[in-house]
T-cell receptor, first 111, second 112 residues
Framework: QKEVEQDPGPLSVPEGAIVSLNCTYS??????FMWYRQYSRKGPELLMY????GNKEDGRFTAQVDKSSKYISLFIRDSQPSDSATYLC???????????FGSGTRLQVQP | DAGITQSPRHKVTETGTPVTLRCHQT?????MYWYRQDPGHGLRLIHY???????DKGEVSDGYSVSRSKTEDFLLTLESATSSQTSVYFC???????????FGNGTRLTVT
């Protein structure tokens, strides 16, 4: 079983919809949680970075961490065609030098 | 961009030849990483460095070696390229233990 599980999609939504992307994990020591967006033929780009549990908001994006359920989410409000990309979750614990990545969810926002 | 340059951006090579990919950073970050990304496998860590001349293996290190003689440069060498090493290779950097990763734009390698 992988340490981090992420539904590969694709997830197709109409423009303006609220999108929910999720990852589950098994390692309770994870404390740092990240979401990356990757456009085709580009490197992953950091979207959100959170520590421990709680919510973090940045514009149309909200990241949620529920450590008790070992579950993290990324919400995108008022989704745009330009949000069409692959979204990767990543996480680590203090002292571990490498991140553990989910396999990514492909999102398509239809105009 | 996080000040990361990967070269070359594209390369086609033949089976059995050595190949070196370069990652150059201008951020003076301590940690540097090499990942490969393949359909169905996501991002997989090949090797990483936590300082000049300090490197360690990742989950898919067989057939790869690395060197870091300067803070700004991290080289990935395929000693004898095989078709299974056809992939997109990403370099990533980060500053401190709690900092997130920042990625370069990748090198697309094809081994024929």
């Amino acid at each position: 079983q992988k340490e981090v599980e992420q539904d590969p999609g694709p997830l197709s939504v109409p423009e303006g919809a609220i999108v929910s992307l999720n990852c589950t994990y098994s390692n309770s020591a994870f404390q740092y949680f990240m979401w990356y967006r990757q456009y085709s033929r580009k490197g992953p780009e950091l979207l959100m970075y959170t520590y421990s549990s709680g919510n973090k908001e940045d514009g149309r994006f909200t990241a949620q961490v529920d450590k008790s359920s070992k579950y993290i989410s990324l919400f995108i409000r008022d989704s745009q065609p330009s949000d069409s990309a692959t979204y990767l979750c990543a996480m680590k614990n203090t002292g571990r030098r490498a991140l553990t990545f989910g396999s990514g969810t492909r999102l398509q926002v239809q105009p | 961009d996080a000040g990361i340059t990967q070269s070359p951006r594209h390369k086609v090579t033949e089976t059995g030849t050595p190949v070196t990919l370069r990652c150059h950073q201008t951020e003076n970050h301590r940690y540097m990483y090499w990942y490969r990304q393949d359909p169905g496998h996501g991002l997989r860590l090949i090797h990483y460095s936590y300082g000049v001349k300090d490197t360690d293996k990742g989950e898919v290190s067989d057939g790869y070696s690395v060197s870091r003689s300067k803070t700004e440069d991290f080289l990935l060498t395929l000693e004898s390229a095989t078709s299974s090493q056809t992939s997109v290779y990403f370099c990533a950097i980060r500053g401190e233990d709690t900092s997130p990763l920042h990625f370069g734009n990748g090198t697309r390698l094809t081994v024929t």
